[in-house]
């Protein structure tokens, strides 16, 4: 296969009222023949955001840049619907940004590499959807919990060293093994 493909690095930039610093980021491999709407699933897939009931946004840079989800109620003047629009617009060293939950602002830029990929090359398959072939950093819970429970006012509760674990692994469980 030719070295068709787009190579899109994604960085964390802020969300849930916070800047993230060091910013995670994933670089993904998408067909140009993908859509705005296959990424956005891609980039909540690798970050990790397991409540999808929230709008998102892309902001190419331009008037007609905007990109929005199928479900807005009342679509910004000359937005378009991401599900519509191919990667293939995009152009070598693009940046555009992406934002999933437009409460929380999870804000992400996006640059396009400057070489083409073959993703047999550089992923060993051919995959049906942007799919992240790199990445890096902590990824953030998208509503800040940091353990099952937290409800933000209760305290964290002590690290139990392993012994609450089934004894399946050594070190595990109450006896250890």
């Known amino acids: 296969m030719a070295r068709t493909w787009l190579s899109i690095r994604v960085d964390l930039i802020q969300g849930g009222g916070a800047v993230i610093w060091p910013r995670p980021g994933r670089i993904f491999a998408a067909a140009r023949t993908q859509t705005f709407a296959d990424l956005a699933s891609a ?4 970050f990790a955001r397991w409540d999808r009931a929230h709008l998102h946004m892309f902001d190419l840079g ?28 995009l152009k070598p060293g693009q940046q555009f940004v992406y934002v999933f939950d437009l ?32 990445g890096w950093g902590t990824l953030p819970d998208q509503y800040g919990r940091q353990w099952d ?17 089934p004894p399946l692994q050594p070190g595990w469980g109450s006896s250890g093994r």
Not at 43 to 46: F, K, L, P, S, T
Not at 62 to 79: K, T, V, Y
Not at 109 to 134: F, K, N, S
């Open 43 to 46: 980039v909540d897939d690798a």
């Open 62 to 89: 331009d008037p007609a840049g905007l990109l929005i989800d199928q479900n807005w109620e009342d679509p910004p003047d000359e937005s378009r619907v991401d599900d519509f629009v191919k990667l293939g617009v």
């Open 103 to 134: 409460g929380d602002n999870w804000t992400h830029l996006c640059t396009v590499g400057a070489e083409r990929i073959d993703p047999m090359d550089t992923l060993g398959v051919t995959p049906q959807h942007p799919t992240p072939y790199w």
């Open 149 to 165: 429970g937290d409800d933000g006012n209760t305290p964290q509760p002590p690290d139990p060293d392993l012994t609450d674990l």
